[in-house]
């Protein structure tokens, strides 16, 4: 099996990248809004399906003004929306970041085992000819016995 990374990120990138994705954390921070968790629960929210009936309320209030208490104005809740919007924007690049960085790191994680794999492999069988590798394996022999896999045979389909 080949590498799945061919070319890994330049420690260089992936510092700038963090170090971008830390100032714009903080340059959000003053705007964050910390939740209980009975708001969580209880708030209702405009969960999808629910825009498209706030947007039709938005666009007849804005178009009844006059039917509404004065208290209420239309363009609080269409500035409401178009904010939502924007923040939307935003959480899907950072999904989109997300994912990039999940897949990558999990395609480098399926290298490493396949690695290590292949290394203890080579290694057991330079064991039975090498007696000073018989005590470092059995480290590994120790690490398997307790947390590796058991591979039991399937039996045969009839």
Known sequence: MSKLIVTE???????????NMQANANS???YKVNLTEEQ???GRTMASGREGLVRL?????????NS???????ADLAGKLTYDGKLEELRQALLRLMEI????QLANSIDIMKMADDYASALQISRNNNGSLDLA??????????????????????
Do not use: C
């Open 9 to 19: 990120i330049p420690v260089s990138t992936i510092d700038g990248i963090r170090a």
């Open 28 to 30: 959000l921070e003053q």
């Open 40 to 42: 969580k629960k209880s």
């Open 57 to 65: 309320i938005s666009q007849i209030a804005s178009n009844n003004i």
């Open 68 to 74: 509404l208490p004065r208290e209420h104005n239309p």
């Open 101 to 104: 960085v999940a897949e990558t």
């Open 137 to 158: 394996m059995r480290e590994v022999d120790d690490w398997n016995s307790r947390f590796g896999q058991r591979n039991t045979p399937t039996p045969p389909q009839e």
